[in-house]
């Protein structure tokens, strides 16, 4: 089943192979800086001092401090690091999420039809229909009061934001898939609808979901930046969160302060560039209407005879009909 | 080489495995959305309709005729895949009857151990993403008859059976990797898995190479033989129905027209559709030439099917009392016009205004205007006289001027019923021929 | 059936060696691999053979449609003027004046969104500019009605038309040109057996009216025999006998033609045969004859040498080493001769 599902991607060529690749190695970096995050920072993401040494307000980068400090008299190098750690968290557990429900709710949806169908889709439409950013403010204002302002909150928050993509691009593949004659040579032997679902649709509608996630994930971190730049998204001590290191340091900014911004700024455009290059190349190599199959150069070996009559035609590899 | 079973023929015992009484299958029509947002009535499809037959045990039933004349509907009624408007399927089980058209959903999910079906298109009948062997003994599974290694052996027995040997080779493949007529031997192993007693077979072999035809219908007779399958076999190909059944029905727009023992039907069809279809078969027989009168135009709309006897329009044997009415005359106009010249046609067709109000069906049609009616019943005259034998014109009550233009008024038709006839059952007024006509559904 | 020739006039096409090979990773597809045929005016030729042994492939080559990525060479002659030198442009112009072809679903070819007599002007605007539009209307108007299809649906959508009708109108489209030459890829798969015998009914009268010849593909002997005049049949890119359609059925010289015939079901069948194994992969087919894995009759010279196309007594001509053999053409040595005893062909091996 992996095998199948990895196939397509080792086969890819060309541009989309060129666009896993640098997605996955950007990516890639960004994975190993949150995994080890504790080893390779000097400080902690709130730490103000090291061995009570406090540490020194707005210093530009040294050897010391490589991205230097800011206001808060954080290092910004590990603020970065540490960040990575939170965008990852909360993108898997966002993306995760989304795309649990999503998917069974789009199943579910497509394959049932009728009131459950419609008010679903109405609902869903009606998320879809609002601005993304909006409406993970509105459920992360909810949620943090529920949940107060933790990853875990923020990653509901954007949760919610997904789902309708998901449960749109499954349901409506559920629905056509729903009429394919081996659901109903399915139901001929006797399966139940939840075996139905579960064996004979969902491996056949979720073929998109991944390509879905990778171009969501990217989305979701700049929503969450958003949400921590506008102040909503996670709270300063609950982890280090670039939109806000963002915020706090736009003042700095304006008086030719540069490093407290640049840094995490950056980090947010590679990660996305990342996760969108991997987006787009999952897409080519898995939207067969995208890829271009190479064309083959045909040799024709020359034939022996050209002359006329039907005795000079000979074999395809050249050698002759002879008698 | 294998030939057909005569022995079947003779050891079919009479008891009746079905008893399908006047069923009917209706499908609601989707009509646009805005009819279905204003809750408007968009008709229904006729897909069976007022269909009896007795299915016996051993035997192998024929459904045969065009598209659409839901012959796979009939099929899928028989398993309990489509809930029936009216009608009963009652199915005599080893544990004594039932009516599957009133089971419950988890009633039928038990009888579908006995009831299996194999479908047209075998590139679609099996899971793209679920492997040979999961496939093909999925039904072991839901039924919890077998697991484990019992299971894999079971699955491995049926492929062999199938002809998919050595087994090994194919448990791990996905359908995509398996040729056509491989998967159908794959999807008659799933059928077969679980011993069933009756086996529907749409169209099994109508998508494959014309090589593979062949191989698969020996294969359906070798598994009838040693399982005792009793098949109904559906097909548009009369000479594969010829070769492989027992009895054949044939069916139009929803219909049964005539049923009876094969050698019986194809030695002397009397509907005169089972006529026609056999008169369309071209054959690979340098003896056997083009035929003759080919019935005219295509099988009608479904969710309007013809005034009296369905088939009347088409019928090179219709009389007066088959049903006439206003869309056959639409059809006499068009046909004419083929025959005339354009300017020929601008005039007429002037004359005679839009046809479009014949489409409604009715047995009064009026053409023309008040002012003109004098002239078109004179072209309707004309018409006439080009081919008087044309049995619409038997079917005409009269024709009137009018006020409104010419009226032309059809005599009452008669819907016959399907009758008892030298040792076949036909639904048309000329079989039998000694019985006198009524009326037997009127047709309003 | 008489093949109404003016004896002055050569073949309108004629096609010989010609050999067609597509590109793919595994390397060159053999699709069609040196065929030679002509086809006289008013002709009728039907082409036959199992499922992927290239009959489509060289009913696009005769009108120069392939796709991209496909080679051709031989020799193809239209009139006395040879199409594989003509340029991608001459050869579009050619088409539907002189060369037309009538496609099996007819649905996706026609433009929903026009109306028929717009798809009739369209097609005589762009090919005989110059036409009134009166006289466009009673060009297509003529060919409708000889397709049995009444003016009143003139004005009408693709949608409005039963599937029958649509095949026929696709006929007429390609009709209302008049051209010489026709290549019909199973026009008649995907209708009913009484619509199909109307169409067939109409092709067979085709050449009465237009003069026009016709390639006609199908996957059915059956509409071979009713409606052509001469039958080719083809094997894995072959064409492996040729000759008078009633000739060839009712005394075929190949063994795949015979074969062929003896597993059609058809009404006079009583008992099943078919041809073991499968058609062979195009891009390394077997050498020698390349049907002779799978031929009843195989000798060992078929293994080991190509037969050449001969003409046979019959009339017919076929490219088989056993009915060179059999007509006394040959003399083969008793090794030669010697059966091929065959690989035992295992339901693995079946299409
Ligand atoms: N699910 C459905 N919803 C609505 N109408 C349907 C449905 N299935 C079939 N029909 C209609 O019912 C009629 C009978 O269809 P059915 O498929 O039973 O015919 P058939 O004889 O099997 O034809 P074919 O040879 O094309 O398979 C047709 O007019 C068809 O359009
Ligand atoms: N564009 C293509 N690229 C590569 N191979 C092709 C292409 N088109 C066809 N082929 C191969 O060429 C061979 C001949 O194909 P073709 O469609 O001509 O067969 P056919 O006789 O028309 O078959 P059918 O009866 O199924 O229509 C097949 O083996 C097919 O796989
Ligand atoms: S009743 Fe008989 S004759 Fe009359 S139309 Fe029907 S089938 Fe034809
Ligand atoms: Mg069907
Ligand atoms: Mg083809």
Known sequence: ?323 | MPTKPEATATAVASDSLFDVEELEVHYDLRGGSLARLFGRDTGVVRAVDGVSFQLRRGEVLGLVGESGSGKTTLGRALLGLVRPTSGAVRYHAGQGPVDIATSSNRELRGLRRELQMVFQDPNAALNPSMDIETAVGHPLKIHGIAKGAELRHRVADALERVGLAPAERYMSKYPSDLSGGQKQRAVLARAVILGPELLVADEPISMLDMSVRAKILELMLGLKADLGLTYVYITHDLASAKFFCDRVAIMYLGRIVEIGPTDEIFASPKHPYTKALLAAIPEPDPERMVPRDLPRGEIPDAAKPPMGCHFHPRCPEAVAQCGWESRDLRVLLEEHWTRRDPAAYEREGDLVGSLDKLDTPAKEATLGTGSSAAEVHQLLDRIRGEDPSEPLWSGVEEVVEGPDGVSVRFKAGVDPALRQSDGVEVACIHHPVSVTLEPARGDG | MSVPTTASSGPVVRAEDVRVWYGTERGPVRAVDGVTFDLRPGEILGLVGESGCGKSTLGRGLLGLLPDGAKMDGALEFRGENLLTLSKRELAERRGVDLGMIFQEPLTRLNPLMRISEHFRETLRTHEPGLSKAEMDRRALDVLRRMGIPPTRYRSYPHEFSGGMRQRLMIALALVLRPAFVVADEPTTALDVLVEAQIIRILHDLRREFETSLLLITHNLGIVAEACDRVAVMYAGEIVEIGDARQVFSDPQHPYTRELLRSTISLSTTGLHYIPGAPPDLVEPPPACKFHPRCPDAMQVCATRWPAPVQLPAGSRAQCWAAEERNRLIRLTEDERRPLERRELSVADEA
């Not at chain 1, 869903?124 to 993970?136: C, E, Q, V």
């Not at chain 1, 670039?242 to 700095?252: K, M, P, Q, T």
């Open chain 1, 1 to 323: 089943m992996l095998s199948r599902l990895l196939g397509p991607i080792r086969s890819t060529t060309g541009t989309a192979r060129w666009l896993l690749v640098a997605g996955v190695a950007i990516t890639g970096v960004f994975v190993l800086m949150a995994l080890l995050a504790p080893w390779i920072t000097p400080t902690d993401f709130a730490q103000r001092s090291v061995d009570g040494v406090k540490l020194p307000k707005l210093a530009s980068p040294s050897g010391e401090h490589w991205f230097g400090t800011n206001d808060q008299f954080y290092d910004i190098f590990s603020r970065v690091v540490w960040g990575a750690r939170t965008a990852l968290t909360v993108i898997v557990l966002s993306v995760l999420f989304s795309l649990v429900i999503g998917v069974v709710l789009g199943l579910v949806s497509g394959y049932v039809g009728g009131w459950t169908d419609r008010l679903l889709v109405f609902l869903t439409d009606a998320l879809y229909a609002f601005p993304s950013l909006l409406l993970a403010i509105v459920f992360s204002f909810v949620l943090s009061n529920a949940l107060g302002g933790g990853v875990v909150a923020a990653a509901l928050s954007l949760t919610v934001v997904y789902i309708p993509q998901y449960f749109r691009v499954v349901r409506n593949t559920t629905v056509s898939a729903r009429e394919a004659t081996y659901v109903e040579a399915a139901r001929a032997i006797g399966a139940k609808d939840t075996t139905i679902m579960s064996r004979y649709l969902f491996g056949n509608v979720v073929q998109s979901v991944p390509v879905i996630g990778t171009l969501n994930a990217a989305d979701a971190l700049a929503t969450l930046a958003g949400l921590g730049f506008l102040g909503f998204g996670i709270q300063p001590n609950e982890a280090a969160e670039w939109g806000y290191d963002i915020e706090r340091a736009l003042d700095d900014a304006q008086a030719g302060v540069w490093w407290p911004a640049i840094f995490p700024g950056a980090a947010i455009a590679l990660l996305v560039i990342g996760l969108t290059l991997i987006g787009e190349g999952l897409n080519e190599t898995v939207n067969p209407a995208l890829r271009r199959r190479r064309l083959q150069e045909v040799v024709m070996p020359a034939r022996g005879l050209a002359t006329s009559g039907v005795a000079a035609a000979g074999t395809a590899d050249g050698t002759e009909g002879e008698r």
